[in-house]
């Protein structure tokens, strides 16, 4: 995963690259203390930064035209953009990138089996399909 706009449809070409996002007037919308503030802070200098507190209704802000533009975890762009009729995803591009792990016990056998396991199920579309079904079901 890692760091992507989310935007209103329609505004995908105007925000899908750092530069175009990191420009007086463009309004950046964050929830405050996390790693979505960090990241505007650091790479978004020139934008006006929007510090939103409640995060149930940050992405609202883009919607009603407050705000232009949210960089946020890939997923949970995905999953807003389904959420929120109007809001997209910008780019398909992320501008930084982010692994998940699992913490294991230092078990070699169980190790392979679970790298195995997670090779197979990204390579046969299971995580796809996964995802897809907990997206719809947050959506409900």
């Known amino acids: 995963g890692g760091k992507t706009p989310i935007v209103r449809c329609g505004d995908e070409l ?6 175009e996002i990191n420009r007086p007037g463009v309004r950046v919308i964050v929830n405050p203390g996390g790693t ?12 006006q930064l929007v510090i939103h507190p409640d995060n149930r209704t940050v992405f609202d802000e ?4 407050r705000a232009d533009v949210m960089v946020t975890d890939d997923i949970e762009v995905d999953l807003q953009a389904r959420a929120h009729r109007g809001l997209c995803r910008a780019t398909a591009q992320m501008f930084t990138r982010s692994d998940k792990a699992w913490m294991l016990s230092p078990d070699p056998a169980l190790l392979e089996l679970i790298n195995r396991w997670t090779e197979q199920s990204l390579s046969n579309g299971k995580v796809r399909q996964t995802f897809d079904a907990a997206m719809s079901s947050q959506l409900r």
């Not at 979505?36 to 934008?47: D, G, I, K, T, V």
Request: aromatic share 10%; glycine share 0%.
């Open 36 to 47: 979505n503030e960090r990241f505007a802070r650091e790479q978004l200098s020139r934008a």
């Open 14 to 19: 105007r925000f899908d690259t750092l530069d």
């Open 62 to 65: 883009i919607a009603t035209r």
